[in-house]
C-alpha cells in the first residue's frame, strides 16, 4: 500500500465510496490536504462496507484534513483498517511538526473509524455535533500526547 496526494482524477472514485458528488470531492481536494490509500498488490486489503467504505479496486483509503483555530481536524476517514492505520498517521506527523493538536469527529457506532483513532493515540473527549441527525463523539490528540 502507498500512500500518496489525492488528485482531481480521485474524485469520481471518492464520489462512489463517501456517496457526495464529484465535484463536492474536487473542491475537497483544492481546499484541504488529501491523501488516498493505494493498493499496490501487497496483499494487506481487508476490503468491506462497514463504515460506508466499499473499497473500490486500486484504493483503500482517504483522509481529508485542514487547520483551523491552531487544530488540525480531520475532515474525512475513511477506508480498509490496513489503510486507516496508514492514513491516520498523516495528520498526527504534520500536527507534530506544526505543534498542533488533533481533532476528529466519528459518527457513534462507526467502530471502524473509532478503532483507528483510538488505536493511533486519540481520546474519546466528549460529544461532537450532530451530522445528518446522528450522534457523534469528538476524538483528541494532543500535541503532548
Known amino acids: 500500500m502507498r500512500i500518496r496526494d489525492a488528485l482531481e ?11 457526495r458528488p464529484a465535484d463536492v470531492l474536487v473542491d475537497t481536494i483544492h ?3 488529501v491523501r488516498v490509500a493505494v493498493d499496490e498488490g501487497d496483499g494487506d486489503r481487508n476490503a468491506g ?11 483503500d483509503g482517504f483522509v481529508a484534513f485542514d487547520v483551523r483555530a491552531r487544530t488540525v481536524h480531520v475532515t474525512d476517514l475513511a477506508g480498509t483498517p490496513p489503510a486507516l492505520e496508514r492514513l491516520i498517521e498523516e495528520p498526527k506527523r504534520f500536527a507534530k511538526r506544526e505543534g498542533m493538536d488533533v481533532e476528529a469527529v466519528v459518527v457513534d457506532g462507526e467502530k471502524r473509524r473509532a478503532d483507528a483513532l483510538e488505536g493511533a ?25
Do not use: K, N, W, Y
Open 121 to 145: 493515540g486519540f481520546v474519546a473527549s466528549g460529544s461532537g455535533p450532530h451530522f445528518e441527525g446522528r450522534s457523534t463523539t469528538r476524538f483528541r490528540l494532543e500535541r503532548d500526547g
Open 31 to 33: 481546499d484541504r490536504t
Open 49 to 59: 462496507s462497514e463504515d460506508g467504505f466499499d473499497a473500490p479496486a486500486g484504493l
Open 9 to 19: 482524477s480521485d474524485a469520481e472514485v471518492l464520489s462512489d465510496v463517501t456517496g
